[in-house]
C-alpha cells in the first residue's frame, strides 16, 4: 500500500532516443526537476562524452546527479538510488515532480525495485560450480538450485550458468535465497506514485541517431577532453564510458581518427541493443514510437496518462 501518493515520472529508453530533450519539455510542462539516472553524466568533465545537459538547460529546469562527481570517484546503482531518492523525497516536498530520465537499467530498476543486500563474490566457490556444470552439464547444476529455491530457479534458463551460480553462491555465502533476500527490499514502488514512459523506434532510426551524435561529438572538442581525462586517475566506472576507449586508442596511435569514430559508432549501436533488451519485458513501461509521434504529441499524451490514473 501506497503511503506516499506523489507522484514521481521515468523517462527510459535507449541512448540516442532523445530522453533528455523531452524530460526537459516535460519538466517545463509540469513544473518539474529532472533526476539524471545516467552513470556517466553524474561525472565533472565528462559533458561531451556523456552527452551531459548543458549549462544552460541547467539554467531553465533544474538538474540533479549531473556534472557533481569527480571522475576518479566510483559509482553505482547503490549510491544513485541513495542519492536519487533524496532529491526525490525534496523535489516533492516543494510541491514540483520529480521526472527521473536515462537509459542506465540498473540503476533505476535499483531505485523503482530497490536492491537487496548482496554478498561479495566468492571465486573459489564459483570456480566449483563451474566445473560442477561442465562435467555434469548445466541443467544438473540448475536443479540444484531447483531444490534450494525453486522461485529463482524458474526465472533463471538452465543455460544461464553465470546467473545460476550467482544465486547458487548467494545461498552458500549468507544461508537465504535470493528470492527471500529480494522479498526484503523496498523501493520508491513501495511509497510513490510510480509511471514510468519508455521512447522508442525502428533500430534503423536509433542507429541513425548514434551516427549523427558520435559525428556531431567529433565536431566538438571531445578528443581534448578525452586528452584531459586520459591524465586522471578514472575510477572503473568513469573508464567504462563509451568513446574514452576509441579515442584512448586514438591518441596512442592505436588506429585513425576516422576508424576511432566508426568503433564509437558500432559500440553504441550495441550499447543501445543492450538498453533495448533490459527495458523491453518490464510490463509497467508505457511505449511512445518516436518514429511516429513529435515530443510535443508525447508529452500531451504523458500529460493525459497522467491526469487519467490520478487517484
Known amino acids: 500500500m501506497k503511503v506516499n501518493k506523489g507522484k514521481v515520472i521515468f523517462i ?4 540516442a532516443i532523445g530522453k533528455s530533450s523531452l524530460a526537459m519539455k516535460l519538466a517545463k510542462r509540469l513544473r518539474g526537476e529532472i533526476i539524471s539516472a545516467d ?9 561531451i562524452v556523456s552527452q551531459a545537459p548543458s549549462a544552460k538547460e541547467r539554467a531553465l529546469v533544474k538538474h540533479y546527479l549531473v556534472g557533481c562527481l569527480a571522475p576518479e570517484k566510483e559509482y553505482s546503482a547503490a549510491i544513485f538510488s541513495k542519492k536519487a531518492a533524496a532529491a ?4 516533492i516536498r516543494r510541491k514540483k515532480i520529480p521526472i527521473v530520465a536515462g537509459g542506465s537499467g540498473l540503476y533505476i530498476k ?32 540448475h536443479a540444484k538450485l531447483s531444490a534450494i529455491d525453486p522461485e529463482a530457479a524458474l526465472k533463471i534458463h538452465h543455460n544461464d550458468i553465470r546467473r545460476i551460480i550467482r544465486a547458487l553462491e548467494i545461498y552458500n555465502s549468507t544461508g537465504k535465497t535470493m528470492t527471500e533476500l529480494k522479498s526484503g527490499t ?38 581534448d577532453e578525452i586528452a584531459r581525462l586520459r591524465r586522471k586517475k578514472l575510477s572503473k ?6 568513446g574514452i576507449k576509441e579515442v584512448d586508442r586514438y591518441l596512442a596511435g592505436g588506429y585513425g581518427l576516422a576508424e576511432a569514430k566508426e568503433m564509437l559508432k558500432l559500440n553504441t549501436r550495441h550499447f543501445a541493443k543492450r538498453q533495448i533488451a533490459w527495458f523491453k519485458p518490464d510490463v509497467r513501461i ?26
Open 39 to 47: 552513470s556517466m553524466q553524474v561525472y565533472k568533465g565528462m559533458g
Open 186 to 223: 523496498k523501493g520508491l514502488a513501495d511509497s510513490y506514485d510510480i509511471r514510468i514512459f519508455g521512447l522508442t523506434a525502428p533500430r534503423e532510426k536509433i542507429y541513425s541517431n548514434i551516427d549523427s551524435r558520435v559525428d556531431i561529438m567529433f565536431d566538438s572538442p571531445l578528443i
Open 88 to 91: 526525490i523525497k525534496s523535489i
Open 286 to 311: 508505457k511505449w511512445f514510437d518516436v518514429a511516429k509521434m513529435n515530443e510535443k504529441e508525447i508529452v500531451s499524451n504523458i500529460v493525459s496518462a497522467l491526469r487519467k490514473g490520478a487517484k
Open 110 to 141: 535499483a531505485l523503482v525495485d530497490g536492491l537487496f543486500p548482496s554478498p561479495e563474490a566468492d571465486h573459489a566457490f564459483r570456480k566449483r560450480m563451474a566445473d560442477y556444470a561442465k562435467r555434469y552439464g548445466s541443467p544438473k547444476l
Open 237 to 242: 566506472t568513469a573508464a567504462a564510458a563509451l
Open 12 to 15: 527510459v529508453g535507449s541512448t
